[in-house]
């Protein structure tokens, strides 16, 4: 009965770690209960024509229907460059937005050779992802700006970090618009829009920022983290599915201050209005010439200009790598609400970021990630400690009653009900408890989950090395049995039951080991059973993060060490 009740609590554990997440991720985006509905001053879906400016609404702008190489684009317009110690690319002066940016810091593969990661890219363009922020009028007859407009820089400027970027235009008929863009070292803008009225009329503008991409979209084929579009919108974090967005059918909502943008598994291009300011936000999608265009906007309070008057709206544009520490600091520095939600830590947030802060602490004193989830095993098998020693003295009183048990069966042969009669009496005089052989498996699977999120869906991890063949945690092991690990030079083809590498046998052989330690199961085919699992285990975790694979086969020795020492104090070994 402990042996089953054991296999019980493992098949338990392996189907909570697959089914889990799959049934979270599939069910946990809110329903949008807080829909404002449709009127005339929302902003108007990205099937309008661009530049348009219905009545307090922000212009759509995404989708031409003939695209072309993005250099070739980049080349059509005059640009004003942008270089950060982070960021380069380039603000088209026609529309006046932010549609070229490389993160020169990432690679798109472990080669830092490889190409930079490209965030942005301008309309036209195979891929289309872009910022635009400005101003609409109430009036459609007053002229604003908006994507065709042609905004004028002071000569030879560029964007840095110590060197803001100021557009003007005119609108010919008594309006100035200024726009000043900033950036610092890291992934965040700082957007001014300035209008000033000269003309003898009161003029009513609402500021607007929009995110807008089109085409394909780059999102994983798994159910452990979102990608989309995604805000924090009057406190309330919402994750919502490209394939929930339907045309014609925009998710609107009334917030003060908040945030909203596209998230991906590592990068984020995110709207951040005036923290004290009241907004509309909408989400939509909408289908031009068979491509699709999503679009996440806010649109601001009215503000009335009289003659002479002056209205400024200041807001921030995050765009880039959605690094833990950097997410929190912006958090704090700006009043960002819930900033870090843009990496999704799922369900067992308040114990995956703490996981990972206590594994990036370890790492900024040892400098390798894999040492740093080791040095994370020991802390928590610390934590643990006197719960896993209590079970591990109950499972050694089970073990030494293996010879006593033998007789019983040996004794009651078929009669079932009395063999499990003298078998409870037997556990209750030596005060042996059968479920204990389940606590070291069922504690650890909060852990190993938490563990496993850290490692997917955190950009440290990204391409993070370990010593020798591993050269990301958050990728399986590249070695495969097949080859002898890469002493023959031979590549097999690409099958998941092929791929185990050597980090999967050694967690294999590891929990083998520790499995031997434990009581021999009663009935022989549950035995049988038994002896499968590391097996299947083995090839469950060969696709794993390395790193996740590292944590266990670590785990299991660390068990084995404290349950030998244990069981040869008790003469159970």
């Known amino acids: 009965m402990d042996q089953r009740n054991l296999f019980i ?24 209960t807080q829909q404002t509905g449709t009127s005339s001053g929302n902003p108007p879906t990205t099937s309008q024509a661009a530049g348009g ?15 072309a190489p993005r250099e070739t684009v980049l080349a059509q317009a005059p640009r004003i460059p942008i270089a950060t110690p982070r960021l380069t690319g380039s603000i088209d002066l026609v529309g006046g937005r932010i549609d070229d940016l490389t993160l020169v810091t990432y690679h798109e593969t472990v080669d830092p050779r490889s190409p930079a990661v490209v965030l942005l890219a301008p309309d036209g363009s195979e891929q289309p992802y872009f910022v635009q922020s400005g101003w609409v009028a109430a009036d459609a007859n007053v002229k604003v700006p908006g994507p065709e407009t042609r905004w004028t820089a002071a000569s030879a400027a560029a964007l840095s970090p110590d060197h803001p970027v100021d557009l003007t235009w005119d609108n010919g008929a008594g309006l100035k618009f200024t726009r000043r863009y900033a950036v610092d070292e890291n992934y965040m803008f700082t957007v001014t829009e300035t209008v000033a009225n000269a003309s003898r009329a009161t003029v009513s503008l609402y500021p607007y920022a929009l995110v807008s991409r089109a085409g394909e979209v780059p999102v994983s084929s798994t159910y452990l983290l979102h990608e989309g579009p995604i805000g924090v919108i009057d406190g309330t974090l919402r994750e919502i599915k490209y394939a929930d967005l339907k045309p014609g059918q925009p998710e609107e909502y009334a917030s003060t201050g908040g945030w909203l943008g596209f998230t991906d598994k590592y990068w984020l291009t995110a709207l951040i209005p005036d923290q004290k300011e009241l907004i509309k936000a909408r989400f939509t999608h909408a289908v031009r010439d068979k491509v699709d265009i999503w679009q996440v906007d806010y649109r601001g309070v009215e503000h009335a200009l009289e003659p002479g008057q002056t209205a400024k709206a200041e807001s921030h544009i995050f765009a880039g790598a959605k690094e833990v520490a950097l997410l929190d600091r912006y958090e704090d520095a700006l009043g960002i609400p819930r900033f870090d939600r843009a990496i999704d830590f799922g369900w067992f947030y308040f114990i995956t970021k703490p996981i990972f802060l206590t594994l990036d602490f370890f790492y ?18 610390a934590i643990f400690f006197p719960l896993a020693n209590k079970s591990y003295r109950a499972m050694s009183k089970m073990k030494k009653l293996q010879p006593e048990m033998a007789k019983l069966r040996e004794r009651f042969g078929d009669d079932k009900e009395k063999l499990n009669k003298e078998t409870m009496a037997l556990y209750k005089r030596v005060g042996a408890n059968p479920m204990a052989g389940c606590l070291p498996i069922l504690i650890q699977v909060p852990v190993f989950f938490s563990l496993y999120k850290v490692l997917y869906v955190t950009i ?9 063949w591993i050269h990301d945690l958050s990728a399986p092991d590249p070695t495969t049995f097949v080859n002898l690990f890469g002493l023959i030079p031979f590549t097999p083809p690409h099958i998941s039951f092929l791929m185990i590498g050597a980090w999967p046998l050694i967690m294999g052989v590891t929990m083998f080991l520790q499995q031997k330690l434990n009581p021999a199961p009663p009935d022989p085919i549950q035995a049988k059973m038994f002896m499968i699992l590391p097996v299947v285990f083995t090839f469950m975790l060969s696709q794993f993060a390395a790193g996740l694979v590292i944590y266990w086969s670590w785990n299991n020795l660390l068990s084995i060490a404290q349950q030998w020492v244990i069981m040869r104090r008790t003469g159970a070994v």
């Open 9 to 32: 609590a493992i098949g338990v554990s392996v189907a909570i770690l697959i089914g889990f997440q799959f049934y979270t991720q599939h069910y946990r985006t809110p329903p949008a």
């Open 53 to 67: 400016t219905a009545p307090a609404s922000a212009p759509s702008v995404a989708g031409e229907a003939k695209t």
């Open 364 to 381: 900024k004193l040892i400098g390798n990630f894999g040492i740093a989830i080791l040095a994370l095993t020991v802390c928590i098998k």
């Open 460 to 468: 440290e991890m990204r391409h993070a090395p370990f010593y020798g």
